[in-house]
């Protein structure tokens, strides 16, 4: 009778064989990623349209909303480049000779995937919307906040968090001070307060509120509902922004689940499918890897490689066109954004089908010879 334990040694070592790999790609992803967002998010804070206190918080907030896809593909390749690397060194087939079947190697495959798939739900179920919940608050904040830095004379600014509106037509950075200002914010529900100076200064209160002191210039007091206006001739205006920008407002991204359950919104109902199809792709691709990582002894490791990343590519685009057609109401809630894991899963049926085959046709005969017996 065969002994189930017998080969838990080659499972620990085929788990290792991909854990490895897996580890070291996940790293170099996460700096990739890490590095092209720095990019991004400082020519943004160089051009002023993001303070530098808050980039790296963004950063951190946008790799681990990424996780979620690059946790799956560092293990389908880490599956196709660790089991590679045994087939060329033909420790597969020693094992095959020992009767650890291809079976055997994608259960133990599946094992390591299931762990990974655990930590993926809970990026993609979890921390995904609490992430972009966050990241919209700092954006929020930042555009609410008014920094002279992010202005440029001569040119419109407006903060739609903020309310406001302002105009300079030169800028003294060094004095941080505004010269020939114009200010627009809107004074109650049904007033208007626009603002000419001849120069304006900025500072923080104690509470953190931007304090703005305007010299030398007029206020204009606009009646929305027509019943008067008024005019203000000042040497001096200070004017202190509200510290507490307006609500970021529902997002679907930044929805939770059960919000995102009961919504009848195409963008709600891609929300929902991709956070729910995240953790089946890592099980998924890792399956696939399997026999796209099968290569002859003399073929070299990494002969499948190529052909494994344009499969994952071509994945990944249907994905992305899948949820994309959801959100703008193409295709309904079915087949929604499935069709594309549930092609993936085919491919995968039909490569393990052979094997199944086999593995039940010796089972059959395995069973016959003992009634015959």
């Known amino acids: ?136 608050v700092l954006r929020n904040q930042a555009e609410a906040r008014f920094d002279i830095d992010r202005l440029e004379p001569g040119q419109f600014h407006g903060s739609e968090s903020g309310g406001y509106v302002i105009f300079a037509e030169a800028i003294d950075r060094r004095q941080e001070r505004l010269e020939s200002v114009f200010f627009n914010h809107p004074k109650g529900d049904d007033k208007l307060q626009t603002i000419y100076a001849r120069s304006l200064t900025h500072r923080l209160a104690h509470d953190g509120r931007s304090v703005l002191e305007f010299r030398d210039g007029y206020a204009y007091d606009l009646d929305l509902v027509g019943q008067g206006d008024a005019v203000l001739r000042f040497q001096t205006f200070t004017l202190v922004l509200a510290g507490v920008p307006e609500p970021v407002g529902y997002k679907s991204k930044a929805a939770s689940l059960g919000q995102l359950w009961r919504s009848p919104n195409p963008k709600d109902v891609a929300e929902l499918q991709w956070r729910l199809l995240r953790p089946v792709s890592a099980l998924l691709l890792a399956l696939a890897a399997v026999p796209l990582s099968r290569t002859a002894p003399r073929q070299g490791r990494y002969a499948k490689t190529i052909g494994a990343i344009l499969l994952f590519a071509l994945y990944y685009n249907l994905a992305g066109v899948a949820k994309t057609w959801v959100k703008e109401g193409v295709v309904g809630p079915v087949p929604g954004a499935w069709w594309p894991d549930l092609l993936l899963f085919v491919l995968v049926c039909a490569w393990y089908a052979p094997a199944a085959l086999a593995w039940w046709r010796s089972q059959r005969f395995s069973i016959q010879e003992r009634a015959d017996g």
Not at 116 to 128: G, T, W
């Open 1 to 136: 009778m065969t002994n189930p334990f017998r080969f838990r040694i080659l499972d620990r070592y085929l788990a290792s064989e991909v854990l490895r790999p897996f580890l070291a790609t996940c790293a170099l992803f996460v700096l990739l990623f890490g590095g092209y967002s720095s990019a991004d998010l400082l020519a943004d804070a160089v051009a002023g349209e993001l303070p530098m206190d808050i980039v790296g918080q963004l950063i951190g907030l946008k790799i681990l909303i990424a996780l979620e896809v690059l946790l799956p593909i560092a293990l389908y390749l880490s599956v196709v480049l660790g089991l590679g690397r045994l087939y060329n060194d033909a420790e597969m087939t020693a094992m095959a000779a020992c009767g650890y079947s291809e079976g055997r190697v994608a259960g133990a495959v599946l094992r390591v995937a299931s762990v990974i798939a655990v930590i993926v739900a809970c990026l993609s179920l979890l921390i995904r919307p609490w992430a972009y919940r966050q990241s919209y």
